[in-house]
């Protein structure tokens, strides 16, 4: 990476900041604008939200910081040896510090209604559906998304300038599918940010349902990047992810 490690920390910090507040934020827009109840149709337009934001942050803060916004993602590429270990701590960090202020910001525009509205945007497991379903959905929606980033910003034979569009795309085919069940986080810092804003500022908050947001993320993120790697054989990591920034910068 040509940018220090503080640039790309405080880029991670913004980019995911953002992912929350409007993606996020568009579910909290949906729920007060539909009275507490969100259509099929309304899913669509969350997802399209977040298939926005991403793109942009992606063109945005990729050539900086590869975009990860994601503890998943920054597990998944360090487990495949396309970035380094020894700063996978630290970019968690910083993704879980810019979820929280994008949670707090949600509240900031919407006021003490975000708090009751799905915990300021929060993910829970939809009525009807068990904890191991929702585990395996957020698992299966990280993989898809882990596949496309490995295929469109890691590996070197993808066309370049097409990343962001269709990982964003990606984000949202996958909340279209999994949003009913367990409201399609895909991310343990999404889900973290709003959870804590909810916290802090007073309102109650599932904690209890936290740990699908972890595990089915990232046990998802690195089956799918080691599945990637073995079957497209891409090339050899030799910048790490550098490499995935410079196709992104195209």
């Known amino acids: ?68 916004i994601n503890p998943a993602v920054t597990i998944a590429l360090a487990a495949v040896r396309r970035f380094p270990w020894a700063e996978v701590l630290p970019y968690i960090l910083v993704q879980l510090i810019g979820a929280l202020c994008g949670g707090l910001l949600i509240n900031a525009i919407f006021g003490s209604a975000a708090l009751t509205a799905n915990y300021s945007g929060g993910t829970v497991v939809q009525t009807g559906h068990t904890s191991l379903q929702a585990v395996i959905a957020e698992g299966l929606g990280t993989a898809l998304l882990l596949l496309a980033i490995m295929a469109m910003a890691v590996d070197t ?58 595990v089915g993320p990232i046990v998802g993120a690195v089956v799918a990047a080691v599945s990637y790697v073995f079957v497209a054989r891409p090339a050899p990591a030799g910048q790490q992810q550098g490499t995935a920034a410079r196709k992104l910068a195209d």
Do not use: D
Request: no cysteine; aromatic share 10%; proline share 5%.
């Open 1 to 68: 990476m040509t940018a220090g490690l503080g640039r790309r920390l405080v880029a991670e910090a913004i980019g995911t900041m953002l992912l929350v507040l409007f993606g996020a934020g568009a579910l909290v827009a949906a729920i007060l604008v539909g009275k507490g109840y969100v259509t099929y149709a309304g899913v669509g337009i969350i997802g399209l939200s977040f298939a926005i934001v991403v793109a942009a942050v992606i063109y945005m803060f990729g050539p900086v910081s590869g975009a990860h």
């Open 157 to 214: 034979r993808a066309p370049h300038g097409w990343a962001g569009l269709i990982i964003g795309l990606v984000v949202a085919g996958e909340i279209m599918v999994i949003g009913p069940i367990s409201n399609g986080s895909i991310n343990p810092a999404r889900t973290f940010g709003p959870y804590s804003a909810t916290a802090i500022l007073g309102g109650a908050t599932p904690w209890h349902e936290y740990w699908i947001y972890v």
